[in-house]
């Protein structure tokens, strides 16, 4: 059974600096991962989605690494800002279209 | 892009009653959505698989005569809670698949129950 892990569960950290969000899943045989962002009480923002072929994906300040065989995936932020505060959310998609959500990091970046 | 809206935003209702969420495809065909739990502090749980003219999938441990799932067009998708309880409160999140590989999520429901 496919279980998806977030660490660590919540972090702050000022403003500017860089930061690394990480998720592990335990079965390899994923068909995608996907970084989503759920700002309190709202739904999810898609940020990156990497296919099991690749290796990262980068969209602005943000980079989103797998590496399958170990079952992890980084997401970066780079030089991150108070807008950036929400909980972050990985999820795997095993190959039957649903998604398998870890418990999310929530990130809190000061002013 | 792809947008997915749902109705309500936001519900509260009294316990015993039932509530209708809608999820819908605005700018896309999807014949199949998914719709998602996820309690405070927890990660979003799969409930159901709907397929747009037959009957929706449920996971396991999930009750399909209290969570009523239609998909009669290929842009709307209900929920309906039934006889909800306050244990039912929860976050409701749609997804709509545009192609095999494509899901977009819509805003949520808070379904709050008293």
């Known amino acids: 059974k496919q279980e998806v892990t977030q660490i660590p569960a919540a972090l702050s950290v000022p403003e500017g600096e860089n930061l690394v969000l990480n998720c592990s899943f335990t079965d390899s045989a994923i068909y995608n991962l996907q970084w989503f962002r759920q700002d309190p009480g709202k739904g999810l923002t898609s940020l990156l989605l990497i296919q099991s072929s690749q290796r990262e994906q980068t969209s602005g300040r943000l980079n989103a690494s797998l590496d399958k065989s170990s079952g992890r995936s980084t997401l970066y932020i780079a030089a991150s800002q108070p807008g950036d505060s929400a909980t972050y959310l990985c999820?795997?998609?095993?190959?039957?279209?649903?998604?398998?959500f870890g418990t999310g990091t929530r990130l809190k970046v000061l002013a | 892009g792809a947008v997915v809206s749902q109705h309500p935003s936001w519900v509260i209702c009294k316990s015993g009653t039932s509530v209708k969420i809608e999820c819908r495809s605005l700018?896309?065909?999807?014949?199949?959505m998914f719709w998602y739990r996820q309690f405070p502090k927890q990660s979003l749980m799969l409930m159901a698989t709907s397929n747009e003219g037959s009957k929706a999938t449920y996971e396991q441990g999930v009750e399909k005569d209290k969570f009523l799932i239609n998909h009669a067009s290929l842009t709307l998708s209900t929920l309906t809670v039934t006889s909800a309880h306050p244990e039912d409160s929860s976050f409701y999140i749609c997804s709509a698949e545009r192609e095999p590989d494509e899901q977009y999520f819509g805003p949520g429901t808070r379904l709050t129950v008293t």
């Open positions: 700018d896309f065909q999807a014949t199949t």
């Open positions: 999820a795997v998609d095993p190959g039957t279209y649903k998604y398998i």
